[in-house]
């Protein structure tokens, strides 16, 4: 195998996905959607400021739309990499997944690959939220949208590689929905998406704690300082190494003399 090949296989999936991606319009709309209703209504019930942020990259009054955008944005990367998750439980059982993992290319190169295709639809998706945010009145300061490219990849690919990991354990699409509520909603919920850290330490000790070592929060806080032209080297450190550590269980998951595909009987 040289170089070439590799090339060839990373740009048949990455288009592949984007076709996949643009021929499924209904994806597009929901992952939309969904992070808009939260900011044009839940954002609306709570119009206020925090208050003064003890921490950059914010140092004056926060309005709440201009906090909660960067975790709408984590959530679309979140809730895309469960969708990419779902479409490999699909691909492994209409035998497509099947058809690549016995291709003479590394199994480790393959999930990078759909992990990259995976990391630029999210990407597109959470441009598209911003600029329509932007008309909303939500607007950040034009070079940041630029510093966040690097930021959107890291963090969806850390995010990807999760949905990668929780895919080698699900067997059946009928599991999906179970298993990703299960891991959605309390990474969602249990971090610094909605609210700051210094407001949930006014209300709980268990609770900050909890989303102070939430892979999702660390990612949000990168989304959050790169948006505002900062750079955040914890958040940074930390979601590189929850993308290894993710990514390194996925491997091995897909593995099928080590990982779940053996324990479900060779499936792929």
Same mark, same amino acid.
Not at 10 to 16: D, E, P
Not at 20 to 39: C, D, G, K, M, T
Not at 210 to 233: C, D, H, K, M, T
């Given at each position: ?14 288009? /592949? @996905?984007?076709?996949?991606f643009?021929?499924?319009? @209904?994806? !597009?709309?929901? #992952?939309? $959607?969904?992070p ?11 119009r ?7 921490t ?9 739309? %201009? ?13 895309? &990499? ?6 490999? $439980?699909? %691909?492994? @059982?209409?035998?497509?997944? /099947?058809?690549? =993992? ?13 992990l *990259? ?5 999210? +990407? ?7 600029? +329509? ?5 939500v ?6 949208? =630029? %510093?966040?490219?690097?930021a ?8 990807? #590689?999760?949905? *990668?990991?929780?895919s080698?354990?699900?067997d059946?699409?009928?599991? !999906? ?10 990474? !969602?919920?249990?971090s ?16 900050? *704690? *909890?989303? /102070? ?7 949000? @806080?990168?989304?959050r300082? #790169? ?22 269980? #996925? $491997? ?12 479900? &009987?060779?499936?792929?």
């Amino acid at each position: 195998m040289n170089p070439l090949h590799y090339l060839r296989a990373l740009r048949g999936i990455v288009i /592949r @996905e984007l076709l996949r991606f643009v021929h499924q319009r @209904e994806r !597009f709309i929901s #992952a939309l $959607v969904r992070p808009l209703v939260w900011l044009f209504i839940f954002a609306a019930g709570f119009r206020s400021t925090l208050g003064l942020s003890p921490t950059p990259p914010y140092e004056t009054y926060i309005l709440y739309e %201009d906090y909660i955008t960067p975790g709408l944005v984590g959530m679309i990367q979140l809730f895309n &990499g469960m969708q990419s998750s779902l479409s490999m $439980v699909y %691909d492994r @059982e209409m035998g497509n997944m /099947r058809t690549l =993992l016995v291709s003479p290319l590394p199994r480790w190169f393959l999930l990078v690959a759909k992990l *990259l295709a995976g990391t630029l639809v999210s +990407v597109w998706q959470v441009y598209a939220f911003l600029l +329509v945010a932007w008309f909303y009145g939500v607007q950040a300061p034009l070079a940041g949208y =630029l %510093d966040l490219l690097p930021a959107l990849v890291l963090v969806g690919l850390m995010l990807g #590689a999760l949905g *990668l990991l929780l895919s080698s354990f699900i067997d059946q699409l009928e599991n !999906f929905a179970g298993v990703m509520n299960f891991v959605i909603f309390p990474m !969602f919920f249990l971090s610094t998406a909605l609210y700051p850290l210094w407001k949930l330490q006014e209300s709980s000790q268990l609770l900050p *704690l *909890l989303a /102070r070592y939430n892979p999702f929060s660390q990612a949000v @806080e990168l989304i959050r300082f #790169a948006l505002y032209g900062q750079f955040n080297v914890y958040a940074c450190v930390y979601t590189l190494a929850a993308l290894a550590l993710f990514l390194s269980a #996925a $491997v091995i998951g897909y593995n099928p003399s080590k990982g779940m595909m053996q324990k479900k &009987g060779g499936k792929q």
